[in-house]
Structures are given as C-alpha cells and as structure tokens.
C-alpha cells in the first residue's frame, strides 16, 4: 500500500512489484525543479541567460545548495531552447515549480524576450500567378 502526494492510496500487488523499477519521489530531502522554455531567435544569448538565472534568484523555495542552473540545451525549430534548474526541499516541489514557471515568464516579459511558438506560413498563389504557371 502506497499513500500518495495528492491523498490517494495505492494498492500494488507483489506481482506487479517483482522486476519494476520503483521511482521514490520523497527520499532525498532535496529534489530538482527543472522548466524547459523557448526563448526568439532574435534575442541576445546572454541577456537570456541572465535573465532565466534572474528567474532562478526569485523563487524563494530555492535552496542555496547545490545552485541553480540556466543551461543551453538546443536549437529548435522555432526556439532557442533552455533548461532552468533549481533545487528546493522535497515538500515545497509542487509551490516551487509553480512559482518557478511564474517567475520564468514574468522574467522574460520583463526584458523583452520573446517566447516563440509554432507557426506556419502558407502561402497561395493568385489566380494570376496560377494562370502564368499553367501556361509556361
């Protein structure tokens, strides 16, 4: 019998237990927060980094050890792609991922940073152009 985080109790039989993986969330005193985010191509690297790592310093939840981190992980499709880290105890997660993606956001719109999101252009001829292609 497990009781969970959100006030539910979970019955496993031994069977489904023998060979699986089992994930304790509530075993170390101190547990990661991590926020991905998608930041223009336009914006400036570093002024980025320094304003995720802003975000970071916000989050009252944060414990000093170990330090957060603002890492590059990727250039996307239509983003520069970042992994905003911090560490906190394990019962404030839930507050401090919360206010984590809050403080991420308001950080970004603070300075001017765009957060993209997917787009596509379609682009339809007229009828014009339609008629001169058929023609050639």
Known sequence: EIDTSDGRRVIIPNSSIFGAVIENTTYH??????????????ADIDDTRATLERACRVVSQAVAEPKPSVDLVGLGSS????????????????????????????????????????????????????TA????
């Open 29 to 42: 005193r101190h547990r990661r927060v991590d926020v991905s985010v998608g930041t223009a191509y336009a």
């Open 79 to 130: 983003s520069v792609d970042w992994s905003v880290r911090i560490w906190v105890r394990q019962a404030d997660f839930g507050d401090a991922k919360q206010a984590l993606i809050r403080a991420v956001k308001l950080e970004l719109d603070r300075s001017g940073i765009e957060i993209p999101f997917p787009q596509l252009d379609i682009r339809m001829p007229t009828a014009n152009q339609t």
């Open 133 to 136: 292609k058929l023609a050639a």
